[in-house]
């Protein structure tokens, strides 16, 4: 990920911050679906995060072994516990054992919030192009703009393959954004992906676009903007998946 922009004081500052290691504590724990597990932890000595940061969530085996994997933030900064949504992928280590193991109480070592260039401002006109867990980011921008009153400023569009897949649908319908279904139509629209004439009128005023799922959506994603018109240096994409 490239990162440019300081979350807040001098760069050197926001530096240290990234690289220091504290604990977070399981308040709470869910299953939302089958593939997911969606996590709100207290942070010990937590610093407040601009929505679009992620943390890393590392584990420690008796052995002295870590595993470590990046996840995207959910929640406002406001909420008093941060909010993961974590995909379970197969044999990834950090998230099956979020998954399958930890359980509320436990305590994790964790570093952040990281990232500065994938981060929403919340007064620039933007427009989040998101795909199954990928919504998550989206998701904290969301709420970000709901608390400050300036959800005029943000518009999403969420893809997933129905509404049964796609993490935080409801709370993305209610706060308006356009959700398209690959698998299944709607009476408002066909299934299939977003269209080039679907995200047109969305895009009218924005000056930045963001663009966050697996290599195959982000691959999709920035390709449709750029059909759309948007300019290279407006979009900004992060993408997931297994790590090597």
């Known amino acids: 990920m490239t990162e440019d922009q300081a979350v807040g004081g001098s760069i050197d500052d926001v530096r240290a911050l990234e690289t220091t290691w504290t604990t977070g504590r399981i308040i709470e724990k869910e299953l939302p679906t089958p593939s997911t597990v969606r996590l709100r932890m207290h942070v010990e ?8 940061q992620h943390y890393l969530i590392r584990l420690r085996a008796p052995d002295d072994y870590t595993a470590q994997r990046s996840y995207s933030i959910a929640s406002d900064e406001d909420d008093p516990l941060v909010e993961f949504l974590v995909e379970q992928l197969p044999d990834g280590e950090v998230s099956e054992f979020l998954a399958d193991v930890a359980e509320v109480g436990d305590v994790l070592e964790m570093r952040g919030p990281i ?3 994938f981060t929403w401002d919340t007064t620039t006109p933007a427009l989040c192009l998101v795909g199954g867990t990928g919504v998550v980011p989206a998701v904290a921008m969301a709420r970000t703009a709901r ?10 569009v969420a893809t997933g393959r129905s509404a049964d ?3 935080y649908a409801d709370e993305l319908a209610r706060a308006g954004a356009t959700l398209a279904w690959t698998r299944t139509g709607t009476d408002e629209r066909p299934a299939g992906p977003p269209t080039v004439e679907e995200l047109m009128p969305l ?3 924005t000056q930045v676009a963001f663009v966050c799922g697996s290599a195959r959506f982000a691959a999709f994603a920035e390709a449709l903007l750029l059909d759309c018109g948007v300019q290279p240096g407006a979009i900004r994409v992060e993408r997931f998946g297994p790590s090597g």
Not at 45 to 52: A, N
Not at 147 to 156: E, K, M, P, T
């Open 45 to 52: 000595d937590r610093h407040r995060h601009r929505p679009g």
């Open 115 to 117: 990232g500065r260039w």
């Open 147 to 156: 608390r400050l009153g300036r959800s005029d400023l943000l518009r999403v």
């Open 165 to 167: 897949d796609l993490p």
């Open 203 to 205: 895009l009218a005023g």
